[in-house]
């Protein structure tokens, strides 16, 4: 084997540990949060399903940003196209859905988050204070 080919499977093999070990970091993060909030007694369940909310909605915004991208960085495609194929109002066409897929659903994805939205408060907050009682007032007895 040449010494370039050897160097891309050394670069391939090292980009492939470093994302192997990304992934094993954050899995291990993951644990000591979830370990560290069980040490304090905090529910587990609501705070998954307010994650899982927040990254519907971070997935949702990245996804639309990305077709957002593609569909402008696409659009040119229109104007450098033979006029038979210009036809289309605006210069609209075929080309410019690799951008206007992604923009569909990441648009679907943060109304999801939206209408996923119960609008009650976490579990963890819906527990009622316990009820006021005033302070005893210093009353002693009077010996007999």
């Given at each position: 084997m040449s010494s370039n080919v050897l160097a891309a499977l050394l670069g391939w093999l090292l980009?492939?540990?470093?994302?192997?070990?990304?992934?094993?970091?954050?899995?291990?993060?993951?644990?000591?949060?979830r370990m560290a909030l069980i040490a304090r007694g905090l529910d587990l369940e609501s705070l998954q399903r307010r994650s899982h909310n927040r990254r519907t909605l971070?997935?949702?915004?990245?996804?639309?940003?990305?077709?957002?991208?593609?569909?402008?960085g696409l659009y040119p495609l229109g104007f450098m196209l033979p006029p038979m194929l210009r036809a289309a109002p605006f210069h609209l066409g075929p080309w410019l859905l690799p951008g206007l897929i992604p923009?569909?659903?990441?648009?679907?994805?943060?109304?999801?988050?939206?209408?996923?939205?119960?609008?009650?408060p976490p579990r963890d907050r819906q527990r009622p204070s316990p009820?006021?009682?005033?302070p005893l007032e210093n009353s002693q007895s009077e010996p007999d």
């Amino acid at each position: 084997m040449s010494s370039n080919v050897l160097a891309a499977l050394l670069g391939w093999l090292l980009a492939l540990v470093i994302f192997c070990g990304f992934i094993v970091l954050l899995r291990y993060l993951d644990h000591r949060e979830r370990m560290a909030l069980i040490a304090r007694g905090l529910d587990l369940e609501s705070l998954q399903r307010r994650s899982h909310n927040r990254r519907t909605l971070r997935a949702g915004l990245i996804t639309m940003m990305v077709g957002l991208a593609l569909t402008f960085g696409l659009y040119p495609l229109g104007f450098m196209l033979p006029p038979m194929l210009r036809a289309a109002p605006f210069h609209l066409g075929p080309w410019l859905l690799p951008g206007l897929i992604p923009l569909g659903v990441g648009a679907a994805l943060v109304v999801s988050y939206y209408l996923e939205q119960d609008g009650q408060p976490p579990r963890d907050r819906q527990r009622p204070s316990p009820p006021f009682t005033p302070p005893l007032e210093n009353s002693q007895s009077e010996p007999d």
